[in-house]
Every structure is written in C-alpha cells, then in structure tokens.
C-alpha cells in the first residue's frame, strides 16, 4: 500500500492548457503540502493544507489552485500552462509535530 | 528568507569510501531531517533528529543535530553503488513563523565509482 501517491507520473501537455494533478494519503496525517523541484533540484514548497483549510500559500502565480476535498486528498490545478511551469511537482504529508514529511513518487509535467 | 548552505554540492567518491556531508544554517533548528532522492523518485526520509547533540544511525548512514542548532552532519560509511542519489537536509527554524514548513537545503549530488 503506497503512503503517498500521486497521478498522474508523467504530464506532457501544450501552453496555455489547464491540467491538474492528484494527491492521496493513507498515512492519517492533517498536513498535506505541494512542492515544485526545478531542473536544479531545488524544492521550493508551493502549498500546505491542514485538515482542508489552506495555511501556506507561498508566492505563486493564481494559476495554480490547489483543492483539498478531504483529508485524504490535495490536488494541485493548473491553468493557462506556461513554459516555465515545466518542473517535476510532490506532494507530501506530515503530521506538523515532529516536523517530518512524507513524500509522493513526484509527477514530472512538462509543458511544450 | 530562510536559506540552509548545504555541502558539498556534489562528490564523486570510490566504493567503500566514507562519504560526510553537512548542512548549515544562520538561524536555531529544533529539528533537522535528512532525505535521499534516487533518480525519478520522491525524496525519502532517512534521518530525524530533534535534540541538540542527538547522535543517530539507519544502518550505515549516521547523522548528528549539532551543538549549536545551527548544523547537522551525514555521513555514510563504506558507500555502495546503491548509495547513489541526491541527498537533502531540511529543518524547522524555531522562530514561530514558519509553522509547518521545512526549509530545505540544495542537495548533495552523490555519485560513486564502482
């Protein structure tokens, strides 16, 4: 049973397209963040609910929303895809304290 | 914002080496976590610590929460090619204003020659 999962692996799509992303947890826990890892490797955190309710939103363009319609779950929506948006993109969960995270497989989204 | 130096940024080492890395910061930690990222994979914890001091082990790979709360150590003894991978310190900043979020370090690109 995979803790984080994420689908899909692999996006490739075209500028200006809407395209989301999903989340899933079955590991319990209230926290669930979006990160996105440039070509450099760098993770740069995007968004964090806990229990559905939005708590960090780093400065992001509005194209991105995320959703989270239960626990369980944070998807990530992306409208109007641009060039730069291409970026491998992970969720992960944590239970807040202690401060570890858990992280999904990644999905690899490039935009052409 | 919050920044960690993390080092080195890549080493290419000989199998069965020791390999150390460290990742430093301007500001206390209260907790300090080391990941490992093979190549098409999401980061994997490794190691958490979170008392100044803590000194801990999964298998061969040892970490250390330094004295100050500024600093944490890696290091893996007699590496293997499976050692492969970018590894990543991340931490919790005391000051309040972080909440949940980690703040992560560069990555340490590790390559071994077999």
């Known amino acids: 049973d995979t803790a984080v999962s994420q689908t899909p692996k692999y996006l490739v799509t075209q500028m200006g397209n809407d395209k989301s992303i999903k989340c899933e947890q079955n590991?319990?826990?209230?926290?669930m963040y979006w990160y996105k890892q440039d070509s450099k490797k760098f993770l740069k955190i995007m968004f964090s609910y806990n229990n559905k309710e939005l708590i960090i939103n780093e400065t992001v363009p509005n194209r991105f929303s995320p959703k989270s319609p239960d626990k369980a779950h944070l998807n990530l929506h992306i409208n109007s895809l641009e060039l730069g948006d291409s970026a491998v993109y992970f969720c992960?969960?944590?239970?807040?304290?202690?401060?570890?995270?858990?992280f999904g497989p990644g999905t690899r989204l490039t935009v052409t | 914002g919050q920044q960690l130096n993390q080092s080195p940024q890549s080493m290419f080492i000989q199998e069965g080496e020791d390999v150390s890395m460290n990742c430093t910061s301007s500001?206390?930690?209260?907790?300090w976590l080391w990941y490992k990222q093979d190549p098409g994979e999401g980061p994997v914890l490794l190691i958490a610590?979170?008392?100044?001091?803590e000194l801990t082990s999964n298998g061969r790979l040892t970490a250390q929460f330094g004295i100050t709360r500024k600093d944490s150590f890696l290091n893996i003894s007699a590496s293997i090619p499976s050692d492969v991978g970018i590894y990543f310190c991340a931490g919790h900043p005391i000051a309040g204003e972080y909440g949940n979020k980690l703040v992560f370090g560069a990555g340490t690109i590790l390559r071994v020659k077999s």
């Open positions: 992960a969960t944590g239970s807040g304290s202690p401060y570890e995270q858990y």
């Open positions: 500001s206390i930690f209260n907790t």
């Open positions: 590991l319990g826990h209230d926290t």
């Open positions: 610590l979170y008392k100044a001091g």
